[in-house]
């Protein structure tokens, strides 16, 4: 595997870690956080820097980086919730954007057929 699949590869895998923290009854927001700002650490200073990936890789970094902001809107909005309803609904939001964010991770790792 190459140096840059690698670097998409734990970035999934702090995406599966944080997806599996946000199942734990309750939910640590705090550790929610943390673990938000750690995966913009790692899309920054890891993955920005890669060389050109052409433009089908570009085009997912775009998305990715939209994603992880919104991501830590979520998670704000999950620390503001003061209703189980809205941490509930919060929850889903954040569950669903990370498994966005895995399907975007494993599109660059395993390209399409006739793209290799």
Do not use: W
């Amino acid at each position: 595997m190459s140096l840059n699949l690698e670097k998409y590869q734990t970035l999934a895998t702090l995406l599966e870690q944080i997806r599996s923290d946000s199942c734990v009854t309750p939910v640590n927001v705090t550790q929610l956080r943390k673990g938000v700002a750690l995966l913009q650490q790692v899309f920054r200073q890891e993955i920005i820097p890669l060389p050109d990936g052409g433009y089908r890789v570009q085009s997912y970094q775009t998305e990715i980086s939209k994603q992880l902001r919104l991501l830590e809107i979520d998670v704000m909005f999950l620390q503001g919730a003061r209703q189980a309803s809205t941490t509930n609904e919060r929850l889903k939001l954040i569950r669903d954007r990370l498994h966005t964010l895995m399907q975007y991770c494993e599109a660059i790792v395993q390209p399409p057929e006739g793209e290799t």
